[in-house]
């Protein structure tokens, strides 16, 4: 999460005119006229869909947990408490984390549910959507779908702990501190999470390669 | 602070800085010593292969439109009423409490939906799959109704049909 803006701590006094939520102000609209609700859900559906599709590895249950994500949300503004504090910094934002709370809840209660259904691999699910650079060079191109491949691969094998705190952390590129606050972890449980999950992936990674040597875990 | 916490805290730094870096469209950026290069590696990997994937624009807008029918009943006295565990007027009641069972009791304040351990109990409970028995009822109801309009209509017309309907028939 952010420090102090620009390096400046702010006084006491300053502290009240800080924009604490990026999102407060759309939130208020929300509660008085609940139609306005829709800015919010528009600005985060691609976060929430892209969550629910890692996490669930298959597109029909991404949009049915992306839709009970945000009609649980709207049913639940009202009782939603903004709890940024200002050395949260002008980015944070407490409606995000209490949303992707709410994501979360849902992507475990239907992971419960499809356990015994077999999923479709997530590169292939994701297939159209790599990050395929553009480019007339075939090789390269070929060895960024490897890679992509790969490092999917390895996300998928991954616990559940660790394939979600990295999938927050690279695709809705959330700070630590966001994260702590969705996982009900402290911080720095969840930056020794990610590293022993970026380990795992790097061993992954090694590994297709047929490099041997020998890395964190 | 513990030897993992530090290279921990390394590798975090190091990611915030390698996320910043996609804004200036840079490929890589300045990382500590201490960091390993198969982890600067595999972060630089999942960088470029974890993408942010879009719904599709008719899921988009199929969801804005329940959303707003949803809006639209919150906005109504009688779903404000059912909040206050009143019943709720059939007309007003939107699609979405369908969709999703727990909803009705999110409305009400009786369930949070970010408190994992309640959300995990009801979802488990049997009340959560009600629409789908209502449901199920409702067609096995409406079955038999149409069943018995067809046995009456049947009853009301025994022979002369049953012989236009068999060559040279039973009667």
């Known amino acids: 999460m952010a420090g102090p803006v620009f390096g400046r701590r702010a006084r006491p006094e300053e502290a009240s005119v800080v924009v604490l939520d990026r ?106 959507g790599l990050a395929i650079p553009d480019t007339t060079d075939v090789e390269a191109e070929a060895v960024t779908r490897d890679e992509a491949t790969a490092a999917l691969r390895a996300l998928r094998a991954l616990p559940d702990d660790r394939r979600r705190a990295l999938v927050l952390r690279f695709v809705d590129e959330m700070s630590t501190a966001e994260i702590a606050a969705i996982l009900d972890r402290s911080e720095g449980a969840v930056r020794v999470l990610i590293h022993r999950a970026l380990g795992s992936v790097a061993k992954e990674l090694g590994r297709d390669r047929g490099d041997s040597t020998d890395r964190t875990s | 602070m513990l030897e993992h916490e530090v290279e921990a805290l390394v590798a975090d730094r190091y990611l915030d800085a390698l996320l910043a870096a996609v804004e200036r469209h840079a490929l890589d950026a300045p990382a500590d ?117 067809y046995v009456a209509w049947r009853a009301s017309r025994p022979a002369a049909s049953a012989a236009i309907g068999i060559p040279g028939g039973l009667a």
Not at chain 1, 25 to 43: G, N
Not at chain 1, 63 to 86: G, H, Q, S, W, Y
């Open chain 1, 23 to 128: 999102d407060r102000a759309s939130v208020e609209a929300a509660r008085r006229d609940p139609s306005r609700f829709d800015a919010l859900y528009r600005k985060y559906l691609a976060q929430v869909y892209a969550f629910a599709l890692y996490e669930l590895g298959d597109h029909h249950a991404a949009e049915d947990a992306t839709e009970k994500v945000f009609l649980r949300a709207l049913a639940a503004l009202p009782r939603f408490r903004d709890l940024a504090r200002p050395q949260d910094g002008p980015e944070a934002s407490t409606f995000r984390v209490w949303l992707f709370r709410i994501a979360r809840n849902v992507v475990a209660n239907e992971r419960r549910a499809n356990r015994r259904r077999p999923t479709a691999s997530l590169d292939v699910v994701l297939g159209a």
């Open chain 2, 33 to 149: 010593v201490g960091l390993d290069p198969h982890l600067r590696e595999a972060a630089r990997a999942l960088r470029r292969s974890l993408v942010r994937v879009h719904p599709s624009f008719r899921f988009e807008e199929r969801l804005a439109g329940r959303l707003a029918g949803l809006a639209a009943a919150q906005s109504t006295p009688a779903l404000a009423s059912a909040s206050r565990g009143r019943l709720i007027e059939f007309p007003a009641a939107p699609a979405s409490l369908d969709a999703d069972p727990l909803l009705g009791a999110i409305l009400r304040g009786d369930l949070d939906p970010t408190d994992a351990d309640a959300i995990e109990r009801a979802a488990r409970a049997p009340g959560a799959r009600r629409p789908l028995i209502v449901g199920g009822a409702i067609t096995s109801a409406a079955l038999s109704i149409v069943g018995v309009a």
